[in-house]
Every structure is written in C-alpha cells, then in structure tokens.
C-alpha cells in the first residue's frame, strides 16, 4: 500500500516501471476521474511526455486540475515532475538502440 501518495518505501516512483506498478496497484482505489488519467497515461504514455495538461485533459476527458491531483496522489509536487517520468522512459528506450 502506498503511503502519502508514494511507493510503499515511501519513496516518489523515478522511473516508469515503478509508477506504472504503483498506478495499477491504486487504480481501483483512486477516485474515478482520477482512474480515469491514469488509465489514460498507461494505455498513452507517450501523450503525457510531451502532451500540454490542456491537451492531455482533453484526450483523456477530465479537466486539467485533474493532471495535478493525479501527479499528487501518486506523490509528485505536480504534473511536472510526473511527466518528467514518462520523458526519461523515452530516452531510455531511445538509447538502447
């Protein structure tokens, strides 16, 4: 279980496997337009690391506030700092090859 929106160690997910465990382990307790983002950032991971939150908010139908409260659910300072996360799973994928 996740304590204050983190990891269960306590800890912010840096890389993507991690959020993604902690998201799927959360969904079905997360209020439902917040599940709803989430549910979008995993089936578009590539939307949110360079998507605008207005953008994102409009693909996924929520509104832009729901970004932030999303990234703070899961411990992040904002939306941000989340999509910063979805970024750097780009990079590293781009650099393997």
Known sequence: ???GGATMDGRVPRDF???RTTILERRTSLPKRIAQIAAYALDNPDDIAF???ASIAASAGVQPSTLIRFAQQLGFDGFT?????FRERLRERNSSY
């Open 51 to 53: 998507g605008t939150a």
């Open 81 to 85: 700092s989340l999509q910063q996360v």
């Open 17 to 19: 496997e991690t959020l």
């Open 1 to 3: 279980m996740a304590v």
